[in-house]
């Protein structure tokens, strides 16, 4: 395998909830870490507990609870409610710069008015598209 030298692969199965990971050097970091595997889970990555690695994040739509785990399996977060609603896409970013990945949901303008395109508005630690925040 050849991509690019620092870039890892990771696969996540649905089904059980189930991570892989390899690095540029074909060598495995982890397999079989469950994490999640309900129906209709969203995996993300990034480094939430700002310790220069990245974490494996879970968004569960019904309901907008996020999990979030590092690869040593300890478990960082969890049933945090944010988001839910439908046509709710969860992202990662560090939108305040402190070295942390933020929760960030994004959502869809439906028939609402809205310009379709328009700045992203910050709420706190959460980027909320298309909504004015509270």
């Not at 540029?24 to 999640?36: E, K, S």
């Not at 990245?54 to 977060?77: H, N, S």
């Not at 942390?100 to 909320?128: A, F, N, Q």
Request: glycine share 14%; with cysteine.
């Amino acid at each position: 395998m050849n991509f690019p030298l620092g870039t890892d692969l990771v696969i996540y199965r649905q089904q059980g909830g189930l991570w892989f990971a390899k690095d540029h050097t074909d060598r495995v970091l982890f397999r079989n870490l469950q994490w999640g595997g309900v129906a209709f889970d969203r995996p993300l990555i990034g480094n939430v507990g700002g310790d220069a690695r990245d974490d494996l994040v879970i968004y569960r739509p019904a309901g907008g609870f996020w999990y979030g785990k590092d690869v040593t399996d300890a478990v960082l977060f969890r049933d945090q409610q944010w988001g839910g609603e439908a046509g709710d896409i969860p992202l990662l970013g560090d939108v305040d710069n402190d070295g942390y990945k933020d929760v960030l949901i994004t959502v869809r303008t439906m028939d609402t008015g809205l310009p379709k395109t328009h700045e992203p508005v910050l709420c706190s630690y959460v980027i909320v598209t298309g909504m004015v925040c509270p």
